[in-house]
């Protein structure tokens, strides 16, 4: 038991903790540089996004959006007593983020590696997907353009949210308990024997949605399940969905986004005193991604 303890606290902090406030700048540093936008942008592009829009998402997208949460949600609930094994609410949580998606009029392009569906689901390879997490939207996103069963590592204040939280721990999904990480022990294990098992695991390695837009310090362990299971890396990274959707805020900006998929990253033979190592290279990994220029 006491390995086990040592084990979880090692990725408590992988759950979704948010951040308290953005990184000061120094005194004597000077401020950063207004960019000039190019002639065929307005000078103040969120008047695109001015009281029209606001309306919209407040008495049209919103409401659906939750319109469609509890109804999926409850129906994901009832599934839960017949089918434990998770597929079925996926499928569910699927649907429920292809409706999403088609609501806040949102389109996505994936560009990069290829994500297939038997090269994700060979249990020979198992598979983790780091990705950037910056608005509250990126999960149906991920649901809509991953092609496959998967599992999301989450933090259980997350289980006091109806519906949501309802679903994510009746669904396998896996929950960490960061006031007291003994008790996520068993989730852990379970992760491990599904990751092993060729079911890819979904982690988001800044450890909660950024509130400037840019990507945050890594936490440690992020990456100690995929060491462990022996499994490939995938950086995401998620373009523009912190202006589709930034925190403390129902105003839901529809615009173009972008799915960006790096090269796998490989664990094989590595040891968990390569953890920082393998953290440093699947950052780098993700602010390329995030930092190339956008598709047209």
């Known amino acids: 038991m006491p390995g086990d303890v040592k084990t979880v606290n090692k990725i408590a902090t992988t759950a979704e903790p948010e951040k308290e406030s953005a990184e000061p700048r120094s005194p004597g540093q000077p401020p950063a540089p207004v960019p000039a936008w190019p002639a065929k942008h307005p000078a103040h592009p969120e008047t695109r996004h001015g009281w029209p829009s606001r309306l919209r998402s407040y008495f049209i997208l919103t409401p659906l959006i939750w319109s469609y949460t509890i109804a999926l949600g409850t129906l994901s609930l009832l599934c839960s007593l017949f089918e434990r094994n998770g597929r079925a609410q996926h499928n569910l949580a699927r ?15 994936v560009t990069g590696m290829a994500i297939g569906q038997n090269a994700a689901n060979d249990p020979s390879r198992p598979r983790v997907y780091a990705v950037t997490h910056a608005s509250a939207l990126d999960i149906p996103i991920l649901y809509v353009y991953l092609p496959f069963q998967f599992r999301i590592i989450f933090k259980s204040e997350l289980l006091s949210y109806p519906f949501i939280g309802w679903h994510l721990k009746r669904s396998g999904q ?21 990751l092993r098992g060729g079911t890819p695991l979904v ?3 800044e450890g909660g949605r950024t509130r400037d837009g840019q990507i945050q310090p890594f936490l440690p362990g992020a990456f100690f399940l995929a060491i462990k299971a022996q499994a490939d890396i995938v950086p995401i990274a ?7 959707l930034p925190m403390n805020t129902y105003h839901i900006k529809c615009q173009p986004l972008e799915m960006r998929v790096g090269e796998v990253i490989s664990t094989a033979g590595l040891t968990l005193q390569d953890t920082d190592k393998v953290s440093a290279q699947v950052k780098a990994a993700i602010e390329a991604l995030h930092s190339a220029p956008r598709a047209t």
């Open 95 to 109: 649907l429920w983020s292809w409706l999403i998606m088609r609501t806040i009029l949102s389109p996505v392009k």
């Open 174 to 194: 896996v929950c960490i308990n960061q006031q007291n990480p003994s008790l996520s022990i068993g989730s852990i294990k379970s992760a491990l024997r599904s």
């Open 203 to 205: 982690i988001f390695p």
């Open 238 to 244: 998620l373009i523009g969905t912190f202006d589709l």
